[in-house]
């Protein structure tokens, strides 16, 4: 049996009209058995293996064939042009392209996906590359041909302080990117007529253009103004975008400003000054001596020393000397700030920070207590003996403790101030909500009855409400970072970077932890068996 044996009888032809393949069989005995990869084999040596294959009437065939039935006329492959559809975007910017390949039949062109696109409105951005390389290859998946020009939305405005060591109650950091928590920088004073802070305004962007040439609209920066009634400043007669002074004192950056509080000078304070009570800043070049009282709204800065006195600021204080208590001889005085405590050292002093505490080197006999942190150490040196300390976030010292089992005792973790304030912020955003509702109850009646409303009622109703809304965002946005912040509290930290002695005890919540022996380099926190020892290796990773 020969090669030329197989498929003896059969026949083929190509119907134009109808796209078909056409094979018609007359039997013969002498024909050899063929199989399916035998016929498509054939129809390639034909010329028609690009055609597309249709697999039930094959099988039809090569039954007949086997059978030695005749056949007359059996479609057997057919020619498919390709097909291609257009989708744009729902923004308008983009057309994409998918090409589904021919078999046998007509290839998409370069001029069918022009025509395709203008059928579409399509005018603007075309890629005539892109284009050419997907009709090259005969098929597409999501290929862009044509792309619009987007919108470029435009910028917020945003307030740029014109001096760069006023002071924001914030650590200041150095050239050479470190920060330096302990020094907030000297007192800077201001005078009438010079210029604070300058706004930027907001830009309304650059309109975009869609594949079929219409213009789309960019989004405006969200504006931003600088507060009003901002005590010592006020807007520029020549510039209603520059804030300055209107009186000599200290700056303070504020949200949306910058207020100028009044400073006070004095030498030292003693009983030849009196005690000082102040709408504003006070500097002492010197000493406070033991038993006076400083009041002040802004910051107190001292260059000396602090006696058994008591000092009370709304912003910082910064002490240069130390701090000498008087904690355990009936003294009722203490230091407390409403932002950040600084110090070189202290010893039995009673001290409060509405924010952190930083000391230099010793915290001998204190009491301390802070809402974020309080840090003991400077490079060399950085003792806590004996005491309490109390913060939400964390304790760190170079040495806790002493040989000689001093009880030192801490808190870290939340505390109830937090907790009783996070109550009173949903309280009042839930009044707000409630008052919104209420008036939008009201501008829903005017929408249906207009005629029973005043227009001018209806407009003080929709700036009160749109007044309302943004405090409720505001007042949602100082929620969810205090609920952060008492999620992050359930991470605090003592952290003893060089040595930690017996005698020290640390809270956390309902957890008690008392150290046992002497330790080096070493954390107490929440681990996987409860409050306990952890590694700083550990601690630095955050894996407990």
Request: hydrophobic residues 40%; negative net charge.
């Amino acid at each position: 049996m020969t090669e030329l044996q197989q498929g003896m009888g059969l026949a083929f032809r190509f119907d134009p009209e109808t796209k078909g393949l056409i094979a018609s069989l007359e039997p013969n005995s002498q024909a050899a058995p063929i199989d399916e990869p035998w016929l498509k084999a054939k129809l390639d040596e034909l010329g028609w293996g690009a055609l597309r294959w249709l697999p039930a009437a094959a099988a039809e065939l090569l039954a007949k064939y086997q059978q030695g039935t005749r056949v007359v006329a059996l479609r057997l492959a057919e020619a498919v042009d390709a097909s291609m559809s257009i989708a744009l975007t729902p923004d308008g910017l983009e057309a994409r392209l998918d090409i589904v390949p021919a078999q046998g039949g007509v290839a998409i062109s370069q001029d069918m996906v022009l025509e395709a696109l203008s059928a579409k409105g399509v005018t603007e951005g075309i890629l005539p590359d892109a284009i050419n390389e997907a009709v090259a290859a005969g098929e597409a998946h999501g290929v862009t041909i044509a792309r619009g020009i987007p919108p470029v939305d435009g910028s917020d405005a945003w307030l740029e302080c014109l001096l760069p060591t006023a002071r924001s109650r914030v650590p200041k950091v150095d050239e050479f990117d470190h920060t330096d928590y302990r020094d907030l920088g000297d007192i800077l004073v201001v005078h009438a007529g010079d210029s604070l802070m300058l706004r930027h305004p907001a830009t309304e962007g650059v309109p975009g253009v869609t594949l079929q040439g219409e213009p789309v609209a960019p989004k405006v920066g969200k504006d931003v103004r600088f507060a009003a009634n901002l005590a010592g400043a006020a807007i520029s007669p020549d510039n209603p975008d520059l804030l300055v002074a209107t009186t000599s004192g200290q700056p303070i950056q504020v949200h949306d400003g910058m207020v100028v509080e009044p400073v006070f000078t004095i030498e030292s304070v003693n009983a030849a000054s009196g005690n000082i009570r102040y709408d504003g800043s006070v500097v002492i070049k010197g000493d406070v001596h033991a038993g006076m009282t400083v009041h002040a709204s802004g910051d107190i800065e001292v260059g000396g020393v602090v006696e058994p006195a008591t000092l009370e600021a709304g912003g910082n204080i910064v002490i240069k000397g130390g701090v000498m208590g008087g904690l355990g001889h009936n003294d009722g005085h203490y230091l407390r700030c409403g932002g950040t405590f600084n110090a070189s050292y202290a010893s039995q002093a009673r001290i409060e920070a509405g924010d952190s505490i930083f000391i230099d080197d010793s915290a001998i006999q204190c009491e301390l207590s802070a809402v974020n942190c309080i840090h003991v150490g400077n490079k060399k040196s950085g003792h806590i003996i004996g005491g309490r300390a109390q913060a939400t976030f964390s304790i760190v010292a170079k040495v806790i403790g002493s040989p000689k089992r001093v009880v030192t005792r801490f808190e870290i973790g939340v505390n109830p101030v937090m907790h009783k304030h996070l109550h009173e912020i949903v309280k009042h955003r839930e009044e707000r909500e409630t008052q919104l509702f209420e008036l939008s109850k009201v501008l829903d009646f005017a929408r249906k009855n207009p005629a029973k409303v005043r227009p001018e009622m209806v407009e003080k109703a929709r700036k009160a409400a749109s007044a309302l809304t943004a405090e409720i965002t505001g007042i949602r946005e100082e929620q969810t970072a205090l609920e952060q912040k008492i999620e992050l509290s359930q991470q605090s930290r003592v952290v003893a970077e060089q040595a930690l002695f017996e005698g020290v005890e640390v809270f956390l919540g309902g957890q008690h932890y008392q150290v046992s022996g002497e330790h080096r380099a070493v954390a107490i926190g929440m681990g996987k068996d409860g409050l306990g020892l952890l590694s700083l290796a550990d601690v630095a990773e955050g894996t407990t």
